[in-house]
């Protein structure tokens, strides 16, 4: 199901990981889309980036009892079961809990549940984990999760979050590109938000290559047309004079993942690294 290399006596994401997780999370993206769907070398470094933050924070797990938060398809689950925690995911999508306990493997429960009404007792977990979800929850949502992360933590416990980086992502003053995020945060403004419920926060950020990274840039359309007259302008049609928006674009992609592996960079865990600030640079 898995497939987990050992490195300097850590677990490590490999390349038939990361392919094998890829494929996984692409066949479900096709199958729920309604229009035509391929394989892209952005979306490719972005899920690495994704399974790679989870070797990255494994200094930071206390503990044994693991609490995911946002899990999705449940590859994050599976490395940190395969790298010794007893793990307990939840995700609050019915679709992606059932796909994640097919593909499951022994010391992981899946649970369909609310991140802000967790379902769980006092004290329960060692660490709580999660990798972007703060993005996605109002501001009410947001701080019902933290206050219930606090709760299901033991004494010494950890929350570990992972949130888009809004200054590495948009200009001053832009919307979230993403229509599923609530809000997206800088460094200061995470850790105050955190800081209201927990006593001692630290923040930190994710660095990769320079391809790696200008490739998330273009990918988010980050730039001065977009932030301030592509998008504005976009959001003005849409309400004003709906008949005079774009009509749907076309576009021709492989569905052969077998090719476009063939042509893929390489993603090491070594590609990415976490720095204390997190600037204009860090995702």
């Known amino acids: 199901m898995k497939r987990l290399t050992a490195s300097t006596g850590e677990w490590s994401v490999d390349r038939e990981l990361l392919e094998k997780e890829y494929r996984e999370s692409f066949r479900l993206t ?3 889309s309604s229009g035509r769907v391929g394989p892209s070398v952005a979306g490719f470094l972005l899920f690495a980036r994704h399974l790679v933050t989870y070797e990255l924070i494994l200094p930071y797990v206390n503990g044994r009892e693991v609490l995911e938060v946002g899990c999705n398809l449940g590859y994050g689950s599976r490395f940190l079961a395969a790298s010794g925690f007893e793990v307990t995911a ?32 006092e004290r329960s977990f060692d660490t709580v984990i999660g990798l972007q979800i703060l993005e996605h929850l109002t501001p009410l949502d947001a701080d019902r999760f933290l206050e219930d992360c606090a709760r299901v933590l033991r004494p010494g416990g950890n929350l570990i979050l992972v949130t888009p980086n809004r200054r590495f992502r948009m200009m001053p003053g832009q919307r979230a590109v993403n229509p599923e995020h609530t809000r997206e945060f800088t460094q200061r403004q995470v850790a105050s938000l955190v800081g209201a ?8 950020g994710t660095r990769s290559t320079e391809f790696i990274e200008e490739t998330e ?5 980050r730039s001065v047309w977009k932030a301030y007259v592509a998008g504005p302008g976009g959001t003005f049609l849409r309400k004003h004079a709906p008949g005079l928006k774009p009509g749907p674009k076309c ?4 569905q052969d993942l077998d090719l476009f592996f063939e042509q893929a960079p390489t993603v ?14 860090a995702m």
């Open 197 to 204: 419920h927990f006593g001692e926060v630290k923040t930190m």
């Open 217 to 221: 840039h273009r990918r988010m359309g």
């Open 251 to 254: 576009a021709a992609f492989t």
């Open 30 to 32: 096709t199958e729920r």
């Open 268 to 281: 090491e865990t070594s590609d990415f690294r976490l720095v204390e600030r997190a600037g204009t640079r």
């Open 90 to 121: 939840i995700d609050n999508d019915i679709e992606v809990i059932e796909e994640a306990r097919r593909c499951s493997s022994p010391g992981i429960r899946f649970t369909e549940a609310d991140a802000a009404r967790l379902p769980f007792e």
